[in-house]
């Protein structure tokens, strides 16, 4: 069951540059009059969609709880947040004390969630034994619950790296929805340094009916980095990306691309960490039976 919200949030992938938004969104009793949708295209468009990380978190939360149905959030949050103060209805004003300790708890909290998504020992969270690469769900399960038991570190592993979730992106539905894994370390277990090149092999038949990309993030922020590209990817939509004789693709990250591999080639940032995730859409059954599997990013001497 899908709580009532006060606000909805759809984001649709743009692959099809001439077709146009048309999907509607309105209250039932407005469906024999609905008035003009605004659908806004945020290709090439910069804004920040990052939850704060200090003592003003909980103000977010507090804004959100005030704006949203009561029963939007389930009893048992609201019971959380009610004791630290943050009650629909009634204003978030915490005293010196309480504002000190918030603000060790977002410290204390957002560095526990690094580790846990960067360094999780969970082996359900590794699909691939003695490979340093993640799934984005344990298990595949959407609701991070194996067997019916609550995975908060699961959780917290999808929800610190991304928002929104969809049975799509985690069940096995054969070139349908979509699949992903990410990595931060190298094939040698160090982390990427972005001062330095690597290379990743992607073998022959990626098994992605639709379209597959390599995009690279931020670990401070978990969105794109931001450098000199204005889309830090690469994938078979990218304009002249090579593929080799076999049908395989090569990946280059690195703060300057190998000569002849610009098309290929990711740039980071010296100085500064990056992790990447592999997209697959349309994904087909070589990835969930794993007879396809990614190379490691390997470091180039």
């Given at each position: 069951e899908i709580p009532s919200t006060s606000r909805q949030v759809a984001s649709l992938p743009g692959q099809h540059p001439h077709r146009q938004a048309r999907e509607p969104a309105n209250p039932l009793n407005m469906a024999s009059y609905p008035p003009a949708m605004n659908f806004v295209n945020a290709s090439g468009k910069s804004y920040n969609t990052q939850m704060n990380n200090d003592f003003t978190f909980f103000n977010q939360i507090a804004e959100v709880v005030h704006e949203e149905p009561l029963e939007a959030i389930d009893p048992e949050t609201r019971g959380l947040l009610a004791a630290i103060g943050i009650r629909k209805d009634k204003p978030f004003e915490p005293d010196a004390r309480m504002t000190q300790i918030l603000t060790?708890?977002?410290?204390?909290?957002?560095?526990?969630?690094?580790?846990?998504?960067?360094?999780?020992?969970?082996?359900?969270n590794y699909p691939y034994p003695g490979s340093m690469w993640k799934a984005g769900?344990?298990?595949?399960?959407?609701?991070?619950?194996?067997?019916?038991?609550?995975?908060?570190?699961?959780?917290?592993?999808?929800?610190?790296?991304?928002?929104?979730?969809?049975?799509?992106?985690?069940?096995?539905?054969?070139g349908k929805g979509s699949q992903y894994a990410y990595t931060e370390h190298d094939a040698d277990g160090n982390y990427l340094d972005g001062g330095k090149t690597y290379t990743l092999h992607l073998p022959p038949n990626i098994p992605a009916k639709d379209f597959w990309s390599v995009i690279v993030y931020d670990p401070q922020t978990r969105s794109m980095l931001q450098t000199d590209q204005?889309?830090?990817?690469?994938?078979?939509?990218?304009?002249?990306?090579?593929?080799?004789?076999d049908g395989s693709v090569d990946v280059y990250f690195g703060p300057a691309p190998p000569p002849g591999k610009e098309s290929n080639w990711i740039q980071t940032i010296p100085g500064k960490g990056w992790y990447t995730m592999l997209r697959l859409y349309g994904p087909l059954e070589s990835w969930f039976d794993k007879t396809w599997k990614p190379g490691e990013i390997e470091l180039v001497n």
């Open positions: 060790d708890a977002a410290s204390v909290g957002n560095a526990t969630a690094r580790v846990i998504v960067f360094d999780t020992r969970d082996q359900n769900f344990a298990g595949n399960d959407p609701e991070m619950s194996p067997g019916g038991v609550l995975d908060v570190d699961s959780r917290i592993i999808y929800y610190y790296n991304a928002w929104g979730v969809t049975p799509a992106m985690s069940l096995k539905m054969i204005q889309f830090p990817s690469a994938g078979n939509q990218r304009k002249g990306i090579l593929v080799n004789q």
